[in-house]
């Protein structure tokens, strides 16, 4: 397993024989599943920075402010004929203010 860092990001990847791919997951921002994969090591690496910055882009306008170790949940509401970007609520914290 080989381990790759960008931003304060984390990713262990590995070879999946089955899919004949380069497969690599986001570390330490649970509870989402942050995947990436290719064929090369340079088409994984590009492929991680992407799903980094999409992550990032995605909590962004949230206004959350929550770091990879909060345990946040967010609701993306899609209505019918929507535009695919949806709409996006702030994200509550399970973490107690006490």
């Keep these: 397993m080989d ?7 984390t990713a262990h ?10 497969v690599g997951h ?6 989402h599943i ?3 994969h290719g064929e090369t ?3 994984v690496r590009s492929a991680f920075e992407m799903a980094v910055e999409d992550y990032l882009q ?13 345990v946040s ?3 993306i509401a899609i209505a019918a004929g929507a535009a ?12 107690s203010d006490s």
Aim: charged share 25%; glycine share 10%; net charge negative.
């Design 58 to 70: 995605i909590r962004s306008p949230c206004g959350s402010g929550f770091s990879r170790d909060d």
């Design 3 to 9: 381990v790759m860092t960008y931003k304060g990001y």
């Design 73 to 75: 949940e967010f609701t």
């Design 84 to 95: 695919p970007s949806g709409l996006i609520e702030r994200p509550q914290s399970r973490k």
């Design 34 to 36: 942050v995947g990436f």
């Design 41 to 43: 090591p340079e088409e």
């Design 13 to 22: 990847i590995e070879y999946s024989q089955e899919e004949q791919l380069l």
């Design 26 to 31: 986001v570390q330490g921002i649970t509870p």
